[in-house]
C-alpha cells in the first residue's frame, strides 16, 4: 500500500508542477473518507481542457506506460487515459470535462495519508456522487461506509443536486432511490 502512496505522491507532485487542475478519486480517496481498504490502483480526474487534452495525454504518456496499446487514441476517444507506473501499479485517470467534475476539482482537499505524504483528494460527497454513480456492488459497499464514518458531515443537498442530473442522463433514477435507502 505504501508503494500505492508513493506513486500517487509522484504524479500529484507532476500535475502540482505543470499546473494541472485535480484530485485523486476512487480507493485513494477511499482511505481518508469511508472505510480504509486495500486498493491496487490510482484513480484520479484531471482537468485538461477540450483544446489541451491530447498535450496532457501525451506528457502523463511520457512519465508512465499505456496499460493498452493505444492508450492515447483510446484516451482522447474515451476519455480514461489507461496507464501503469514502473512498480506495476495501473493508473485510470479520467479527463474531466463536465459541470460536475470541474466542480469536484474545484473542492478537493489535500489530507495527510502518510507522514509527510499528502494527496489533493475529492470530497466526500463528491466521492458518494462518483460512487453511487458508478452503481456496481463494490461502490455501493464502499458508500455505505462514507456515510458511516461521515455520518451528520455529509452536506446531502448537495449530493442529490449533483447526482441527479447524472442519474437523468444515465436514465437510471434507481441510483437516486437506492442511495436515499442507504442514508436511512
Not at 501503469?84 to 501499479?89: L, R, T
Not at 455501493?140 to 464514518?149: G, H, L, Q, S
Not at 441527479?164 to 435507502?181: A, D, W, Y
Amino acid at each position: 500500500m505504501k508503494s500505492l502512496f508513493l506513486v500517487a505522491e509522484q504524479l500529484d507532485g507532476f500535475l502540482a508542477e505543470r499546473g494541472r487542475p485535480y484530485c485523486f478519486i476512487g480507493g485513494i480517496a477511499l482511505q481518508r473518507w469511508g472505510q480504509p481498504r486495500l486498493t491496487n490502483d490510482i484513480d484520479l480526474t484531471i482537468l485538461a481542457g477540450s483544446q489541451r487534452e491530447a498535450g496532457c495525454v501525451d506528457e502523463l504518456l511520457g512519465l508512465y506506460k499505456g496499460r493498452i496499446p493505444d492508450a492515447r487514441e483510446f484516451a482522447l476517444k474515451n476519455r480514461v487515459l489507461l496507464l501503469v507506473s514502473a512498480e506495476g501499479i495501473a493508473i485510470d485517470v479520467a479527463l474531466g470535462q463536465i459541470a460536475f467534475e470541474k466542480r469536484a476539482v474545484s473542492r478537493a482537499t489535500r489530507y495527510e495519508f502518510l507522514p509527510g505524504l499528502s494527496l489533493l483528494t475529492c470530497s466526500a460527497e463528491d466521492l458518494v456522487v462518483l460512487k453511487s454513480f458508478a452503481d456496481r456492488p463494490r461502490d455501493w459497499a464502499d458508500v455505505e461506509t462514507i456515510i458511516v464514518r461521515q455520518q451528520g458531515k455529509l452536506d446531502w443537498e448537495y449530493i442529490t443536486e449533483q447526482l441527479g442530473p447524472l442519474c437523468r442522463i444515465k436514465e437510471s433514477p434507481e441510483i437516486l432511490e437506492r442511495l436515499r435507502r442507504l442514508r436511512s
